[in-house]
């Protein structure tokens, strides 16, 4: 798919800090990016490096206890983070949609999974009517891979495998042909098989529907299949962006080689990996580069000064001052 140049969402310095014992902590430093129409971007990173408060911002989500200190989510000539609570209900859902890690936590117990896809339709004034509704919602779950979709709408989210209803929250996502889906770690929960499954989906949905997904995880191997781009964030900050392809053949900072590094490999499954030393620790984190103190390549002067995202190639940046000599390892 030829991606266009043109931004569906474009995110400048957004900064966000968490409240905690009475101090504010920063999750989210100065990060950047953008998304073209028919898109997926990929982010990587360890847990608790900010990937999910990032994910969220794009709806102009603000938590209890935080705070989003600077940068704007521009959304067609819109900056959602200026936005008050009624103008982002018409966007989320019909113009921005998040599918979770669980599903459960999207749908509502009490109510038939086809009623909830109805609603949906509904509320965003998609329908004319009930009966174009039904109907529409039979579509979205037979579209989805859903058997039997006459039975699985009268079912309740319990009576569904995870599998079920993360394609349920899928069909929802569609429902109203959204612009921009993000989808927040969607199979880590699943077995292998579904996962599979329902990657073969996402990648297919997102061509015949020509969306843009930020697709949020820690499993480089997920972003691999279905990513355009992949960007890789460390103690919430950007550290490397580049075309997926080469991200994972030329990779130039010591953190991104370090994830790389320890994927096991099904040539090779007995085989030694290299693995990142130390843990991601927010409150040992120095002034300068965060991955200073786990960083094979480190100089003294990476602890205190800052490193921003420079070029390294086409379409490939990187905040690492030696990312040459990572080169020269990797290649």
């Not at 709408?153 to 079920?164: C, D």
């Not at 030694?272 to 409150?283: A, S, T």
């Amino acid at each position: 798919m030829t991606v266009s140049n043109e931004a569906v969402i474009q995110v400048e310095d957004l900064t966000v800090d968490y409240l905690d014992r009475q101090a504010w902590v920063n999750v989210v430093n100065r990060m950047s990016f953008s998304i073209a129409p028919g898109e997926t971007l990929g982010l990587a990173g360890e847990s608790g490096c900010g990937k999910s408060t990032t994910g969220f911002a794009l709806f102009g989500y603000r938590r209890p206890g935080s705070r989003i200190r600077a940068g704007s989510v521009q959304f067609e000539g819109l900056d959602l983070l200026s936005l008050d609570e009624r103008a982002l209900q018409h966007i989320r859902g019909a113009e921005i949609f998040l599918v979770p890690q669980n599903p459960a936590s999207t749908l509502t117990p009490s109510m038939r999974v086809g009623r909830q896809v109805i609603e949906t339709l509904e509320s965003h004034k998609i329908s004319s009517g009930r009966r174009e509704a039904e109907e529409r919602t039979l579509e979205l779950f037979a579209q989805v891979g859903l058997p039997q979709p006459g039975e699985i709408a009268q079912r309740y989210p319990h009576q569904l495998s995870g599998g079920q209803q993360q394609r349920v929250v899928i069909a929802i996502a569609l429902a109203c042909q959204p612009k921009l889906v993000v989808l927040d770690e969607p199979t880590t929960a699943l077995d292998v098989t579904t996962q599979a499954r329902i990657l073969r989906l996402l990648d297919r949905l997102k061509t015949e529907h020509g969306m843009s997904v930020l697709y949020i995880t820690h499993n480089l191997g997920v972003l691999a299949q279905i990513c355009n781009r992949v960007a890789v964030m460390y103690a919430g900050e950007l550290v490397e962006v580049a075309p997926t392809a080469e991200l994972f053949n030329n990779p130039r900072h010591p953190y991104t080689r370090g994830l790389i590094a320890a994927v096991p490999r099904l040539s090779a499954p007995n085989e030694d990996r290299e693995k990142l030393r130390g843990l991601l620790r927010r409150e040992e984190l120095p002034p300068g580069c965060r991955f200073a103190p786990r960083c094979n390549y480190a100089l003294s002067e990476c602890s205190t000064q800052l490193q921003a995202l420079t070029t390294v190639g086409k379409d490939h940046q990187a905040a690492c001052w030696l990312w040459e000599r990572v080169a020269e390892e990797v290649g």
